[in-house]
């Protein structure tokens, strides 16, 4: 497998100096393999601690926590020499010493050239972290470009990077689209859908199915491991509704949590505000804000945190979660339901750094996210799972606003991308609108010119 964050990591690499790196992600996305399989070919050597499995390097930290105190209790403990000028140190599952979580001050402070790689799955709970001390990369399930890659179809792989939208590229890729709506972007799952030629179709599906199913029980083990009894059965309550939630509707938008009989008795956002903070801090869960009335910027400052959509991080799962077989995805086909589309497009957008998102809504009108370009004009985004050309709300939103650029994601292979190659229109209330198939979110940031919301 090939992920797009090496490319950052090998940039980091080459700097002069350098803080130390901490990858954050959820559990199972990759991060071990990530560092030890992909990055650490950039060096002659390697030095891999992981505190989950090895909890006796802790003892590495104790004490004093000067860099060269620490690899020397490094070296005697694993029994390998190590040079920080030419060597990688990977400090795996870093969350389960939090003594080494507040070394990485010291690297960064004493010994700015050295390698030092972290990571770890529960990054976002740590009481205290070095702010300002590290250079901070998330990690998500594969998106549908690794998932492509993944593939071994080098040629519909170029064709997506060549943003060849024939009839021919398009179907190819819808088809593949399909199928990641069932397998997701975790790494076990994508290497069971494609790793092993000989299986046969319903042997792939069924062990793609297991791995969802053990993936789901270990986050749910977590709950109680990491968040105490009381707050497990929260976490799970929350955890649990938010693909029943995400369902209840068929070709609307996805609707607002509602914390209503998740856990009775309890009713408010401020009964379950800690259950989701942990499960976005977890990486498990993903933000989106609805802004009622005319968006402005930013963004932030018109968000009421009790209003907020949650998404799962991998629409594999999602769809696990649901029951849903492979068959009735593939019967469906591009008319797929929307919600799956719009999570699919969430988690996209999360792979960008964009995350929380933000939606619009408005009586019954709902744009399902905002985007901001590098001028400062706020961008609506509708989503649309079919075929369907039609976009009441997106009409409702531009004549309400007459934003300068819409972009409209459906099953459709794209039909006006070469209009935003050109200028900004001189009327500053003409609209240039984009339609674009749903794969296509990757392009975003080059097909706007995406900004920070």
């Not at 080494?100 to 799955?121: D, H, I, N, R, W």
């Not at 021919?168 to 397998?183: K, N, P, S």
């Not at 938010?242 to 509707?249: G, H, K, L, R, T």
């Not at 039609?390 to 409702?396: I, Q, T």
Request: some cysteine.
């Amino acid at each position: 497998m090939r992920r797009h964050l090496t490319e950052e990591l090998k940039a980091w690499r080459a700097k002069a100096q350098r803080l130390p790196l901490l990858i954050d992600g959820a559990r199972q996305t990759g991060k071990t393999y990530l560092l030890t399989t992909l990055f650490a070919k950039q060096f002659a050597r390697f030095l891999h601690i992981d505190f989950l499995e090895r909890p006796e390097f802790a003892s590495a930290f104790e004490g004093a926590l000067t860099p060269t105190k620490v690899l020397a209790n490094l070296q005697l403990l694993s029994g390998q020499s190590f040079d920080p000028k030419t060597d990688l140190l990977i400090l795996d599952e870093i969350g389960e010493c939090p003594r080494a979580v507040t070394s990485l001050k010291y690297f960064a402070e004493q010994m700015p050239e050295a390698f030092v790689v972290a990571s770890g799955s529960n990054i976002g709970l740590l009481n205290s972290f070095p702010v300002g001390k590290v250079e901070q990369h998330n990690l998500r399930p594969l998106s549908f470009h690794e998932f492509l890659i993944a593939s071994g179809q080098t040629m519909l792989v170029d064709a997506f990077e060549a943003q060849n939208r024939s009839k021919v590229a398009h179907d190819l890729l819808m088809q593949q689209l399909v199928d990641y709506y069932f397998t997701g972007g975790m790494p076990a799952a994508v290497n069971a859908w494609f790793g092993t030629d000989e299986l046969k179709v319903l042997e792939r599906i069924q062990a793609v199915s297991r791995i969802h199913a053990d993936l789901i029980a270990g986050y749910q083990k977590d709950f109680g491991k990491y968040a105490g009894r009381t707050n497990a059965q929260l976490i799970d309550a929350v955890f649990k509704q938010i693909p029943a939630q995400i369902s209840s509707v068929v070709d609307d938008s996805v609707k607002r949590f509602r914390f209503k009989d998740v856990h009775p008795p309890k009713t408010r956002y401020a009964d379950f505000e800690s259950a989701i903070n942990w499960l976005h801090h977890c990486r498990l869960v993903l933000l989106n804000y609805p802004i009622e009335g005319q968006p402005r910027l930013p963004l932030v400052a018109y968000r009421k945190p009790s209003r907020v959509k949650l998404f799962l991080f991998d629409v594999g799962l999602l769809n696990h979660m649901l029951g849903t077989t492979y068959q009735q995805i593939k019967q469906q086909a591009y008319e797929y339901k929307g919600f799956i589309a719009e999570n699919f497009v969430q988690q996209e957008l999360a792979v960008l750094g964009v995350e929380p998102t933000y939606a619009w809504t408005a009586s019954n009108a709902e744009i399902e996210f905002l985007l901001t370009d590098n001028l400062g004009h706020i961008v609506p985004v509708e989503v649309k799972s079919g075929a369907r050309r039609r976009a009441k709300s997106l009409a409702s939103y531009i004549e309400r606003y007459q934003p300068t650029k819409t972009v409209k994601l459906s099953a459709l292979a794209n039909e006006t991308r070469a209009a935003l190659s050109q200028s900004l229109p001189t009327n500053p209330t003409a609209t240039t609108s984009l339609h674009l198939p749903l794969y296509d979110v990757a392009f975003l940031p080059k097909l706007i010119g995406m900004g920070f919301i």
